[in-house]
């Protein structure tokens, strides 16, 4: 009877070790591109008029929003 | 900056954050300020001395960079800059702002204080992607 039971169990403990590794690996191969993508997301910022310093024409632009308090 | 003056514009948004007593009215003596051609000295004291920024405070440090007082006291008085003030903050409301300091570096978002050493990668970083 216990040898009876014992065999029912043993199946679904190999199936979460066969395919834990699987979902895992799977989750970080998709995960990846999200990252990728959003790590290069870049905000159209407008300038206008606000207070500046360095050269209009520089190729790197830093906007910076902040509170004086 | 002044390593990189000739390569990077440095833009500064304002943002005072509503709950803080003195935030809209630094955000002012700072536009006031620029309007006299001393916008980055005042920027400067202000976060020298911050959170110590009350009308008298603001006094002292526009006296002490050399402000036409007058003119000073007049644009704090009637806010005369709330319009551009809160063009800024609709702006960081449509980005969905909710920290400062929040920096856009050739659009690149990046959220909060960093060190120098790590601004100053992603400038790096950003001079060799406009090069190429």
Sequence with gaps: ?????????????????????????????????L??????????????????M???????????FVDFQ | MEEYSDRVRLVIKLFPYKYRDHAHIAAEAALSARDQGRFWQMHDIMFEHSPKLDGASLQGYAEEIGLDMEKFITDLSSMAHANEIERDKKLAKDLDLYNTPTFFINGRMIVGERSYEYLKKVIEEELINASN
């Design chain 1, 1 to 33: 009877m216990c040898e009876g039971n014992f065999s029912q169990k043993v199946p679904l403990t190999y199936l979460k070790e066969k395919y834990m590794k699987k979902i895992i690996l799977l989750l970080l191969v998709l995960s990846f591109p």
């Design chain 1, 54 to 64: 360095g050269a209009r024409n520089a190729s790197v632009t830093v906007i910076e």
């Design chain 1, 35 to 52: 990252t990728v993508h959003a790590a290069q997301k870049r905000y159209e910022v407008p300038v206008g008029d606000s207070p500046s």
